[in-house]
């Protein structure tokens, strides 16, 4: 975790040619490799524990690269991996002879490494910090975060290592070689490696993984979080083919607190259990260590519903223009609540805009009364969605009377009005403008028809044909919508 360990370079774990002698290991000290050093405290953990090893003379040489073939044969002692009956990954300059043979052959079935294009491996090439960031990820298991943005100038888009770079960049493992930079082309030394492997030792155990399986699912969905400050929450897939297949998430944890995640899943077989889970999780340190906590609930949180009439904005110095009061009923008329509390909208820039709390499924029609005198009524739909912990809510401004007006250089000439869309709506025009009045009657659509319009109107490129109007009941109340049907001319021509 970041506040646990800064890890400076992207790295793996080394693999020395010559293993050091017992007593030098058992004695955890290297000559060369002093406590002032920001990887001495891993490389003589790591040497203790038989990980990694010195030369002959006694030294460690932590300014040294490591070969490819040193990274699998550590990784695969870390992670106790099994080399029997493993699959020849039949790379040209690796055989059955070579010492990292069962090693490489085991990281490559894995997934975790891969070869060159041109069939070879490259067991004595040095490993550059990209190739060390994307193994890492793969050896350990841990979370892969997709669509990087940060601020490695020198890790391009193009890069395929990128998402291992940030993720171990995310994870707190690498801080780059300059806040800029991460120096992807780089080789990684053997100070780096061992503290980048004791890092990933330690970051692992903090993680709590979730599998798809476990719920008796083929993968998850609709992965979601509330405050996102408190842990992170990865979709991952266990098919290296299908990156994007969800079959696991990580929760990683960021600091101290509870939040909620939600998800749903796409069922293996027939089931009667719900497709879907909700929980608080509770993340805590306990003794150093981070401990993570779920508690299943099928709470559901009240709800902000945003009143805003008609999209109206205000000008930088215009006063805001308050509510005086906001009474809440059902849409067949049944008071709720004559007095509903409210607050401005966030936005300062919307007028006519206010925030009230739902805690309910239902229609509900809204009435505000604002302080210069008009009164609006919104409909009000809140659905209550089980697999989250909001209401999904849908808000419509009543409109009891649509004036649309069309640009004023636009020749229309006459218009049209289909037979019975009377008995729908009134449609009225004001004499030698484009302003038309409707207001309605009842349910129902129609289509007002610009027959005489004469194409594309001077000063202007749109091409108006005629206008649609529909009429629906919400509630008690009748609401007209209209909208001009057009194109614009310059997509054509």
Request: hydrophobic letters at 35%; proline letters at 5%.
């Amino acid at each position: 975790m970041k506040n646990k360990m800064i890890a400076v370079l992207g790295a793996i774990l080394l693999a020395c040619s010559v293993p050091v002698s017992s007593s030098a290991a058992g004695n955890s000290g290297f000559p060369d490799v002093p406590d002032s050093k920001h990887f001495a405290e891993a490389v003589n953990e790591l040497a203790s524990r038989n990980i990694i090893g010195g030369y002959p003379d006694g030294t460690f040489r932590p300014n040294d690269s490591i070969t490819r073939g040193q990274a699998a044969a550590i990784i695969v002692k870390m992670t106790k991996l099994p080399t029997t009956n493993i699959k020849d990954p039949k790379f040209k300059d690796v055989s059955t002879a070579n010492g990292y043979y069962k090693a490489i052959a085991v990281l490559a079935e894995k997934g975790v490494i891969n070869g060159y294009g041109d069939g070879r491996f490259g067991p004595n090439d040095s490993i550059t910090r990209a190739q060390m960031a994307s193994i890492i990820i793969k050896a350990f298991e841990l979370p892969l975060y997709r669509d990087p943005d940060y601020g490695f100038k020198d890790v391009v888009h193009k890069n395929g290592h990128r998402d291992g770079i940030y993720s171990l960049y995310q994870l707190g493992l690498t801080t780059g070689t300059s806040p800029t930079t991460f120096s992807p082309n780089a080789t990684i030394t053997r100070g780096q490696a061992a503290k980048l492997l004791k890092a990933a030792e330690d970051v692992k155990p903090g993680i709590l993984t979730m599998h798809a399986k476990d719920f008796k699912w083929k993968r998850f969905n609709n992965v979601s979080k509330t405050n996102s400050n408190v842990f992170d929450v990865v979709a991952d897939s266990e098919i290296p083919s299908q990156v994007n297949l969800q079959t696991k998430i990580h929760i990683v944890p960021k600091k101290e607190g509870t939040a909620t995640l939600t998800f749903s899943g796409v069922a293996s077989s027939e089931t009667s259990d719900k497709s879907y889970r909700k929980y608080y999780v509770h993340v805590k340190k306990v003794n150093g260590a981070w401990d993570i906590s779920l508690e299943e609930t099928e709470d559901i949180y009240s709800t902000p519903v945003e009143l805003w009439k008609h999209y109206e904005r205000r000008d930088n110095n215009e006063p805001f223009i308050d509510a005086t009061s906001i009474t809440l009923s059902t849409a067949e008329g049944e008071l709720v609540n004559d007095r509903v509390g409210f607050k401005r909208c966030e936005n300062q820039s919307l007028q006519y805009c206010h925030v009230i709390q739902l805690d309910q499924p239902g229609e509900f029609i809204a009435t505000v009364t604002y302080a210069d005198g008009k009164i609006v009524r919104y409909y009000v739909s809140s659905t209550e969605i089980k697999e989250q912990f909001y209401y999904y809510i849908h808000v419509t401004p009543i409109k009891s009377e649509e004036v649309l007006s069309i640009w004023e250089g636009a020749k229309l000439g006459k218009h049209v009005l289909p037979k019975g869309s009377e008995q729908i709506a009134t449609v009225t025009r004001d004499p030698g403008t484009n302003v038309f009045r409707i207001t309605p009657k009842k349910p129902g659509e129609f289509f007002v028809d610009f027959p005489e319009a004469k194409g594309v109107s001077q000063g202007n490129h749109r091409v108006y044909y005629g206008i649609t109007v529909k009429v629906r009941q919400l509630g008690a109340y009748l609401h007209v919508d209209a909208t001009v049907s057009e194109e614009d001319d310059m997509i054509f021509n």
